[in-house]
Structures are given as structure tokens and as C-alpha cells.
């Protein structure tokens, strides 16, 4: 390795070791159970906001778009883009709903709506499927790693070559780190995180596209062809990122940002359901433009005859210009950033996992259990899941999976099913317990025959490929990930449906005793937030429609279209949080109540609108300044 690349390796030792050790610290603020797994539920917008923000845009759906633009362009910014308008949508919708049940893990909500043999079936997929996506993280830090610093084939343990000993290296401190002190340690320094992402964004963006030939061959068709532009493309053998692929992606979506344990624990443990909502909102709002300054500069690093044929293929991307265009030491913290944050996101799926066996698994089996007892199953059950990551993150690399490819195979499995099974308990009255069950085998069951390959022998053994309307399904990819996730989902639907319908005998009392829980008074509109709403509600149009125009649109259009897509997105999340206030229940009493981590200096000076603000003017102006001296 070179000198430079010594001195931001030792930057990112020394920062791990300091969120660590932060992690560490904030165990001080630990008093019981729900410190450990919901934060006390002490968070506010800004905590909220950067925590979403570190977990959701760096690590994972950083690198992998990065990856993905460095070789086929634009369409993957609707990967962040289209889960920003539907966190938005989740923001005034399922979120409130679940706040008023005052749940911790949204298999409680099974629980009460299915019984306890669905609630128990849907915990251990979720733990199942959080441990298995938590490798996908480890790879994404692996990768970064490997990527930045060019680590010796000499460095490896016995049996395993030096991208799987990294990862075992990450795994280790992504464990120890989820360790320390649960959802508190995780937000708290996914903030600090944030904060660096965007510095690394706002130097990476200028500095990126003068090293692929200025702004100036981004707009030269010679140079950057306009398909690479197209969102929007229609189905191909060259297509690469088709319209199939970005539909799985809104389809992975939903589950992803209105029913996931993972990401709405965050907004569990916010102190008031307009802090959670809020935070979600903005979160949408902010990562928008942060999204687009990553991937330009790796589609304009595709131009550069010197980034081809990198050593850890395209997903290393990021972290190669990090080493290569940024200064010394700012690339190694920006590297640093993105390791850190990686290693949040897998410790976040971890913790929520060890959540949800801790509620719905240990507690019913062992009623007495104390506080200190559950922190100590919880803790195993961490350690057990990383071992079952790593398992999946080795696998993974062995048959050559990129980043984005890993995920999916997974999400296209676990999450179509999931996401139905609570959207039906949250709002289809007449859901039975027999159509729960029913639903998770039906679409468990299709997927993870369609993902082993089991669907096309079922076919050929059974002769149903021969009958005229059943060959064409079986004629379908089932074994490709945009297919399994678009037929699952609605199968599992029409499955929940027909199967509640026949076996239930109309709304019982404890339903209309739920849903009367669930039901809140708004606020009541006003004309700021009317105002928001009809904002919100032509941006939405916009959006619709562009996804319609987009491949049609001539040539001289690109790369405005993008700008203008991110234009209309920013419009509709922007409009929704002023139509929030009336969406939202009526705001609850502040009693003055504080917790203990809001009087620490971290929460006093970090988790404000006013740190968030001095961020983003700070980024704008040297996004322009860079580029100019550059």
C-alpha cells in the first residue's frame, strides 16, 4: 500500500475505535430492556432523521447503486428514490397506526390480529431474514475495505481467501458493536455518521466528475451516452436495469419502509409519533440529493480510462476514488464514515432481531425472565445471528453475488409475504387466522421454490407447463429476483384474502376493539397544510407520469431528466411534511419529561434542526467551491 493509503487505513482504525468507544459511553444511559432495544424511547426528529439517513443511504444502498451506475448509469437512483416517496407515504399512514398500539416489535400487532402460532411463524422469518441481510452488510463493508486498500492476497485465514477474512474481521466488530449498548449506541453515532456521509458527498461529487472530465462531458453524448440517463427502461436483453427490476425495488419497497421491524424501530422508540413521523419525513426529504451525489461521480468515473478493471470489481468503486481523488486524510474519514456505517446497519439488523426474539419468542416461554436475563438471551441471540450472517456473506462471495444481487435474492423471498401478512392485520378487518397461515405458506412457500429453482421441475414433473393457461406462468424467469417479488406479493394477497373470507364468520369484538385503538383524531387541516398537500399532490402526478415519458424523451433532455425527477421527489416529500400536521394525530401533552441521553452534550448540540441546517449550507457552498479550484 502507499503512504497515503496507510494514513486513512489508521484514520478508519482510530475512528471504529471511537464509535466503539462512544457505543461503550452511551451503555451508561442503559437502565433496563427498553433503553437497550427502543432507545427509551427517547429519540427526536434529528436523531431519527440521521440514523435512517446513515443506515438506509450509506453502506449497502450506497455502494451497491454506486457499483451498479459505475457500469449501466442513472436507473438505481430510483433504488433510494422511489423508498424516499413511499417513507414519506409511511410517514402518515402505517406509522401512526402502529404508534397508537404502543407496540415494540410489530409482531405484537400479529399476535393480537392472528394468534400466536402466525406471530411466532412471522418472528422467526424476520429473525431468519435479518440475519441473512446482515451478511449482505458485512460484504458491503468487506468491500469497501478491500476496495480502498488493496489488501494482500497473503492476509487470510486458513480456508478462506482475503475477502471472506475481512469480512470475518467485520463481523467481529459489527457483534461487539451491537454488543455495547443496543438502539441507543446505533442512532447516536448513525448521527454522527450522517454528518461525515454528507462531507463525503459534498467533496466526492466535485472532485469526482473533474476526474472523469469535468461537467462538461456528462452533457457530451460522445462521451457519456444518453441511455445512461434513462430511469425509466423498457424490458431487454440490453436493457440492464429494466422497468421489472425498478418495480421489484417500489414492490421491496413497501415492505422495506411501512412494516419493517428494522426500520420502524427507529420510529418506536421516537418520544411522540409527530418525532417519529417527522424524522422519517425529513429523512426522506435529505437523502434525495445525497443519493445523486454518489452515483454521478461514479458514472463519470466510468468515462476515466484509468478506473477500468478494478481489483474488487464495480461495487469498489466508492471506496477506489476515495483513495484516488480525495485528499489524505479526508478520504479516510469519508471511508471511515462508510465502514462505520455499515457496520450500524448490520448491528441495526441484528438488534431489531434480537428484539423480536426477545418479545415474541423468549418472553412467552420464560414469562418471569427479569430485565437482566433478557439482555443476556438477547445478547446471544446477536451473536448466534452474526455467525448466521457471516455464513451467508461467505457463501454469497463464493458464488461471485454482487452486493445488490445478495440482498435481492433474499428481500424478494422473505419481504412480498411479510409485508401483506401486517398490511392485513393493520387494515383488512376480516383477516382470520387461517388466512394468515395460509398466506405465509402459499407465499413462502413460491418464492423459495422459484429462488431454489424447484418451480420449473414442479412444472416439467407435473405436466401443469402443458396446460394453456398455467405455461405461460411457468414460462416466466421465477428464479430471477424482479419475478419472484411481483408475483409474490399479490399472491400472497389474493391467498390472504379468499382464505379469510371463507373461513371467517364476519368482524369479531376483539378486532373492533383493536381498530378502535388504532383510530386517532387528526389535527385538522389548515391552509399551510392544505397548501402542502396540493404541493405533494403534483409532485406525485409528476412522478407517475415521468416514469411513462422517461425512455422517450430525445436525447438532448439528459442528463436534465434526472435533475428533474429528483426536482418533482423533493417537491412531493417536501409538500408532505406540511400536509403531515394534518394527517397526524392531534399533538400529545410535552409533560417536560426528559430522558437521561437528552441532557448529554451528543443530544444537545448534535440532534437539532440547527446542526442539520449549518451541515447542509456548509455542504452547498463547498460542493461549488471544490468544483471551481478542483
Known amino acids: ?99 397508537r398500539l404502543g407496540l415494540t416489535t410489530i409482531t405484537e400487532l400479529i399476535q393480537q390480529r392472528y394468534g400466536s402460532v402466525v406471530s411466532v411463524c412471522v418472528s422467526l422469518l424476520w429473525i ?17 475495505v478491500t476496495g480502498a486498500f488493496n489488501v494482500p492476497d497473503s492476509f487470510h485465514l486458513p480456508g478462506l481467501d482475503t475477502f471472506e477474512t475481512v469480512t470475518v474481521a467485520v ?35 466535485p472532485l469526482g466528475i473533474h476526474a472523469g472530465g469535468g461537467l462538461e462531458a456528462l452533457f457530451d453524448p460522445e462521451r457519456m451516452s444518453p441511455d445512461k440517463w434513462v430511469m425509466w427502461r423498457p424490458s431487454g436483453p440490453d436493457a440492464g436495469t429494466d422497468y421489472l427490476t425498478i418495480l421489484m425495488l417500489f414492490v421491496l419497497g413497501l415492505p422495506y419502509w411501512f412494516t419493517s421491524q428494522y426500520m420502524l424501530q427507529r420510529s418506536f422508540a421516537g418520544k411522540t409519533v409527530h418525532e417519529a413521523s417527522k424524522g422519517l419525513l425529513w429523512a ?12 454521478v461521480p461514479a458514472m463519470a468515473a466510468g468515462m476515466n480510462p484509468e478506473f477500468q478493471d478494478l481489483p474488487g470489481g464495480p461495487d469498489s468503486i466508492l471506496p477506489y476514488l476515495a483513495q484516488r481523488v480525495m485528499p ?39 414469562p418471569e425472565s427479569d430485565d437482566r436475563r433478557s439482555l443476556q438471551v438477547g445478547r446471544m441471540v446477536t451473536v448466534a445471528a452474526g455467525l448466521v450472517g457471516l455464513g451467508y456473506a461467505v457463501y454469497s462471495h463464493r458464488i461471485e453475488s454482487t452486493l445488490l444481487d445478495s440482498a435481492w435474492k433474499i428481500g424478494s423471498i422473505f419481504q412480498p409475504t411479510l409485508f401483506i401478512v401486517v398490511a392485513g392485520a393493520l387494515f383488512f378487518r376480516r383477516a382470520t387466522p387461517a388466512g394468515g397461515i395460509a398466506c405465509l405458506l402459499m407465499g413462502i412457500g413460491y418464492t423459495s421454490l422459484a429462488a431454489s429453482g424447484g418451480l420449473a421441475y414442479v412444472g416439467t414433473e407435473t405436466g401443469l407447463e402443458n396446460i394453456p393457461l398455467l405455461s405461460e406462468f411457468f414460462a416466466w424467469d421465477h428464479g430471477s429476483a ?59 402526478v409528476a412522478m407517475i407520469g415521468f416514469g411513462f415519458l422517461d425512455h422517450r424523451l430525445p436525447d438532448s433532455f439528459r442528463p436534465w431528466n434526472v435533475v428533474g425527477y429528483l426536482s418533482v421527489l423533493t417537491l412531493f416529500v417536501a409538500g408532505m411534511i406540511f400536509a403531515s400536521d394534518a394527517l397526524l394525530p392531534v399533538p400529545e401533552e410535552d409533560l417536560g419529561e426528559q430522558a437521561p441521553i437528552e441532557r448529554s452534550w451528543l443530544a444537545r448540540w448534535l440532534a437539532t434542526g440547527r446542526a442539520w441546517a449549518i451541515v447542509y449550507g456548509l455542504a452547498v457552498v463547498l460542493v461549488v467551491v471544490i468544483y471551481m479550484l478542483a
Open 1 to 99: 500500500m502507499t503512504p497515503a493509503s496507510w494514513i486513512n487505513l489508521g484514520i478508519v482504525i482510530v475512528y471504529l475505535v471511537g464509535m466503539l468507544g462512544l457505543g461503550l459511553w452511551l451503555a451508561r444511559f442503559i437502565r433496563g430492556g427498553d433503553d437497550y432495544f427502543i432507545a427509551g424511547r427517547s429519540l427526536n426528529r434529528w436523531v431519527i432523521c440521521g440514523s435512517i439517513m446513515a443506515t438506509n443511504v450509506a453502506a449497502l444502498y450506497l455502494v451497491g447503486p454506486a457499483g451498479n451506475a459505475f457500469e449501466a448509469g442513472a436507473p438505481l437512483l430510483l433504488m433510494a428514490w422511489s423508498g424516499n416517496m413511499l417513507a414519506a407515504i409511511a410517514a402518515v399512514t402505517f406509522l401512526p397506526r402502529f404508534r
Open 171 to 205: 463481523a467481529a466488530v459489527v457483534v461487539l458493536y451491537c454488543l455495547a449498548s443496543g438502539l441507543l449506541a446505533v442512532v447516536y453515532t448513525d448521527l454522527l455518521q450522517s454528518f461525515l456521509i454528507i462531507g463525503g458527498a459534498v467533496i466526492l461529487l
Open 128 to 144: 431468519i431474514f435479518y440475519a441473512l441481510f446482515s451478511g449482505v452488510t458485512m460484504m458491503t463493508c468487506a468491500t469497501i
Open 284 to 295: 426522506a426529504v435529505l437523502t434525495g440529493p445525497l443519493t445523486l451525489c454518489y452515483i
Open 328 to 366: 489524505v486524510g479526508l478520504g479516510g474519514l469519508f471511508l471511515a464514515a462508510l465502514v462505520a456505517a455499515s457496520n450500524s446497519t448490520a448491528s441495526s439488523y441484528l438488534n431489531s432481531l434480537a428484539t423480536l426474539f426477545r418479545q415474541d419468542i423468549h418472553r412467552p416461554l420464560q
Open 482 to 540: 424482479p419475478v419472484r417479488a411481483l408475483v409474490g406479493m399479490p399472491l400472497s394477497a389474493a391467498v390472504l384474502i379468499a382464505f379469510s373470507l371463507v373461513t371467517g364468520r364476519g368482524e369479531t369484538g376483539e378486532t373492533r376493539d383493536l381498530f378502535g385503538r388504532m383510530a386517532y383524531r387528526r389535527a385538522g387541516w389548515t391552509p399551510a397544510s392544505r397548501a402542502g398537500a396540493v404541493v405533494a399532490a403534483i409532485g406525485l
